[in-house]
Each structure stands twice: as structure tokens, then as C-alpha cells.
Nanobody, 125 residues
């Protein structure tokens, strides 16, 4: 059974940093495009960042220049380094993997088949 488990969330002051991790189990995701999404209270889930199997990346405009997505294929782990956090970054953050091998970058959550349960990030003012 495939599982994605996020960790690293927490409470941080505005301007601070956090690093999220996502550790898949049940399958190796080195050849899958993976992404991070987030959902703030009362809002729809939105795209944050994605990284292709080859290392190409894509970011939402709201996090461009502040967040960095990366992956360690030897450890089968996905990361999201979040710097200069803002109160509006407060949300539950989810990692996700696309449904098949070698599929490219996507911002559409419907194109991701595997999801973690999420980790809460709270940024205080």
C-alpha cells in the first residue's frame, strides 16, 4: 500500500523558516513528478510547487523566490524549504505524487493520484 507521510510542520513567526519532508512508502517515487499543495481554513486546496523526476521545478507565484522544492531520490524523500514565511502561508500542507511514471509537471491536483494526510503550518504575526 502506497503512503505519503509529511513531517516538519509547526508554529513559526512571520519571517521565519520551516522545512517540510515527505517520505513515501510502498513504492519508490524517483521517477514520478511530485508536488506540494496547501489548504488554508475555509479555502480550496491550492498548488504550491512541483518537481519533475528530472529535477525541473514549478512554483506558484505566491511562493516563488521564498520556497524551494527538492528531492533526494536515494532517500526517496521530498522536501519543501520555506523561507520568509508570511501569515498567509498558514495552511495544511500536503505532498502528492502523480499517477504514473515519467509524467511531467502539473499544477492540477486532479492529476496527482497519491496524497499524504497533511501537516499543519502556522505562521504567527
Amino acid at each position: 500500500q502506497v503512503q505519503l507521510v509529511e513531517s516538519g510542520g509547526g508554529l513559526v513567526q512571520a519571517g521565519g523558516s520551516l522545512r517540510l519532508s515527505c517520505a513515501p512508502s510502498g513504492r519508490t517515487f524517483s521517477m514520478y513528478t511530485m508536488g506540494w499543495f496547501r489548504q488554508a481554513a475555509g479555502k480550496e486546496r491550492e498548488f504550491v510547487a512541483a518537481i519533475e523526476f528530472g529535477g525541473s521545478t514549478d512554483y506558484a507565484d505566491s511562493v516563488q523566490g521564498r520556497f524551494t522544492i527538492s528531492r533526494d531520490n536515494t532517500e526517496n524523500t521530498l522536501y519543501l524549504q520555506m523561507n520568509t514565511l508570511r501569515t498567509e502561508d498558514t495552511a495544511v500542507y500536503y505532498c502528492a505524487a502523480r499517477s504514473g511514471l515519467l509524467l511531467g509537471l502539473s499544477r492540477r491536483e486532479g492529476q496527482y493520484a497519491y496524497w499524504g494526510q497533511g501537516t499543519q503550518v502556522t505562521v504567527s504575526s
